[in-house]
């Protein structure tokens, strides 16, 4: 049978359209901006598109700077600091959910006030542990200040409080011990969260743009952000370049949305439902 379209109903139904044209609105003029040839993107009266549409912009672009380095560098930093974020991230939750130990309490809250403190604070004292460490210019110090990310523990951990211990237990009863219950049992049952965490982890990470300018100077070891700013600022203002620079580097992250999409809804449901 077909919904009745209620009050309600269609009241949330127009707030959910308001808020697809906030979103889509934007890129779709980024797209049409990056269309129009460079002289005609300061027109006015603004108008959503030029009198020709060219990929002149994405060429310019193209050959200004080292993209496919750039694109791979992103993606190498942003897989390697996802998957070391979701199981240090996995393995610090579930000793806060299941293991008591003598200032677990006190641990706990210095993790989840972390969360409440700007990333941008650490930026100082993280760079220079990084030059000590000779980690400058190197994809593992892009890396390693990104991986302890303490509201993806607050999540995971209240994801574990939900999983019954009646399966750890049966497992403890049939000899396996705490680790191998963690990832033969807990893992596995922690898919949908954990995939979720996995791309929030791959989106921010991808689209971080301080912390590898900071400790990148290399044109060959920076990220597709980077990257794309210093061509930018290299060549002045040119809004279609611009545009074109923000479609390029949004792509991939529209692409991993667009299949992932069904694990951030599951991993999101299953997070806000596990303390119930």
């Known amino acids: 049978m077909r919904p009745r379209w ?34 005609e993107t300061t027109r006015t009266p603004l108008e959503w598109f030029g009198s020709t549409l060219t990929l002149d912009a994405y060429r310019q672009v193209w050959k200004s700077g080292d993209l496919t380095q750039w694109m791979v560098n992103s993606a190498y930093i942003s897989v390697m600091t996802t998957l070391l974020t979701v199981v240090l991230c996995a393995m610090a939750a579930y000793g806060f959910a299941r293991t008591d130990f003598r200032g677990r309490r006190t641990l706990y809250g210095i993790v989840l006030a972390g969360i409440m403190v700007p990333p941008q604070v650490l930026i100082a004292p993280l760079f220079a542990d990084m030059v000590q460490l000779g980690l400058v210019d190197t994809y593992w110090g892009v890396i390693l200040p990104q991986v302890a990310v303490p509201a993806m523990v607050f999540i995971l951990v209240k994801f574990f409080d939900g999983v019954p211990r009646e399966l750890e237990e049966a497992a403890f009863v049939d000899g396996a011990g705490r680790w191998r219950v963690f990832w033969t049992i807990v893992m596995p049952l922690s898919r949908p969260v954990l995939a979720a965490v996995a791309i929030f982890t791959f989106i921010s990470t991808w689209n ?50 667009a299949l992932f999409q069904r694990q951030i809804v599951r991993g999101v449901a299953h997070t806000g439902l596990a303390g119930q």
């Open 6 to 39: 209620t009050p309600g109903r269609t009241v949330m139904l127009l707030a959910a359209l308001a808020l697809v044209v906030v979103w889509v609105l934007p890129l779709a003029w980024a797209v049409a901006t990056s269309l129009k040839p460079e002289s």
């Open 208 to 257: 971080n743009f301080l912390w590898p300018f900071l400790v990148t100077t290399d044109p060959n070891g920076m990220t597709l952000p980077v990257g794309l700013v210093n061509v930018q600022s290299s060549y002045g203002v040119r809004y279609a370049q611009m545009m074109a620079s923000v479609v390029i580097a949004g792509l991939p992250l529209l692409i991993v949305f």
